[in-house]
């Protein structure tokens, strides 16, 4: 009784639970069609970003491109006993994706690809005359990752990446001094 009444709590408790934040996972159309399973599926060379290690068991050269609109808001509200509340400003952002492959023959036991993607970017923006003005007025934040990866078939099942990742990073907050 006492683990079905946990479970029931559990599960209660999380459909009140929301997140935010500047990540945006769209590594392209096909992984957000499949909701984001590229770790255990080969779908396309999104594997690059989720599991480098299956890019050897890519059978042929691809190039992905993709491309992503999204409306981000966020909204304020004063702690208790304050009804005040305030949104951001209405925006438009658009995170992308570039994935290439490169395999020489279909038996190839290695692959070699680059990925170029926006996991995080987004844009806040709240009104000139917000109750937080003096801490947040606008924060726009890009993130570019560049990542060349290795990948080797061990087995027929296993397969290892190695890549690095180069992160360039813009930043802006006008509210603050730079």
Do not use: H
Request: some cysteine; overall charge neutral; glycine content about 10%.
């Amino acid at each position: 009784m006492k683990k079905i009444l946990f479970a029931a709590v559990f599960l209660i408790s999380t459909v009140s639970v929301e997140a935010g934040g500047f990540q945006v996972n769209l590594q392209g159309q096909k992984q957000i069609g499949m909701g984001d399973i590229g770790t255990g599926l080969l779908l396309d060379g999104s594997c690059i970003f989720f599991n480098p290690g299956a890019l050897c068991f890519m059978t042929s050269s691809t190039v992905n491109v993709s491309g992503s609109f999204i409306f981000p808001s966020t909204e304020y509200l004063a702690p208790s006993p304050s009804n005040y509340t305030s949104e951001t400003t209405p925006g438009v952002d658009t995170p992308f994706n570039f994935y290439a492959n490169f395999k020489r023959k279909s038996t190839d036991k290695w692959g070699i690809g680059l990925a170029v993607y926006t996991p995080f970017g987004s844009r806040v923006q709240y009104p000139s005359d917000w109750k937080g003005e003096f801490l947040l007025q606008d924060i726009d934040l890009k993130t570019f990752f560049i990542q060349p990866t290795f990948s080797y078939q061990l087995t027929p099942q296993l397969g290892i990446g190695l890549g690095a990742v180069i992160a360039v990073r813009r930043e802006s907050n006008p509210a603050t001094p730079q």
